[in-house]
T-cell receptor, first 117, second 115 residues
């Protein structure tokens, strides 16, 4: 089984709908991240969470919200989806113990491909 | 602010050829550098990383990358390309945000392999 699991893998929705993307991990990491990938733009950080009570906005948080339900679960919501939120979304995790050495490594899920019509 | 540039958007090579994917970064402190690969339908898999020490790092599948501080580069070399290497490759730099490291990614290089 994958260490970082994203559900669903694919989703098609309509403009204005609320949608939630879910991420769960079995790596025991305390940090979790949400990125979106657009062609030619690489990955951009939406939100990140250093623990259950610590949630931070990333580079492109407008139009998104998140919830860290438990250490192992981090969900991303689009309250009212719009077509320019069509993208590939990735969840990632890392372990804060890497801070002491600076050797943080992020591990990624397989992605959720979202289309907003 | 930190940034990563991957100048080659798309590269096409024949199987068996050698290849270098370019990555240049901008960061005011000591960089931590990464190469990730995204195969079709897959997530991002870490290929190799540079934190310190030997500037030539080895990764999985025989890939290697060399950190050159003077050129602000971390280019990935594939000695002999295999059809299964067709994928998108992302370079990333780890930077300090508060007490934690975050990642900034390049825009990626799409690799196509011809038989």
């Amino acid at each position: 089984d994958a260490d970082v699991t994203q559900t669903p893998r694919n989703r098609i929705t309509k403009t204005g709908k609320r949608i939630m993307l879910e991420c769960s991990q079995t790596k025991g990491h305390d940090r979790m991240y949400w990125y979106r990938q657009d062609p030619g733009l690489g990955l951009r950080l939406i939100y990140y969470s250093f623990d259950v009570k610590d949630i931070n906005k990333g580079e492109i948080s407008d139009g998104y919200s998140v919830s860290r339900q438990a250490q192992a679960k981090f969900s991303l919501s689009l309250e009212s989806a719009i077509p320019n939120q069509t993208a590939l979304y990735f969840c990632a995790t890392s372990d804060s113990s890497g801070d002491r050495t600076g050797k943080n490594i992020q591990y990624f899920g397989a992605g959720t491909r979202l289309s907003v019509l | 602010a930190q940034s990563v540039t991957q100048p080659d958007i798309h590269i096409t090579v024949s199987e068996g050829a050698s290849l270098e994917l370019r990555c240049n970064y901008s960061y005011g402190a000591t960089p931590y550098l990464f190469w990730y690969v995204q195969s079709p339908g897959q997530g991002l898999q870490l290929l190799l990383k540079y934190f310190s020490g030997d500037t030539l790092v080895q990764g999985i599948k025989g890939f290697e990358a060399e950190f050159k501080r003077s050129q602000s580069s971390f280019n990935l070399r594939i000695p002999s390309v295999h059809w299964s290497d067709a994928a998108e490759y992302f370079c990333a730099v780890g930077f300090l945000s508060g007490s934690a490291r975050q990642l900034t990614f390049g825009s990626g290089t799409q690799l196509t392999v011809l038989p």
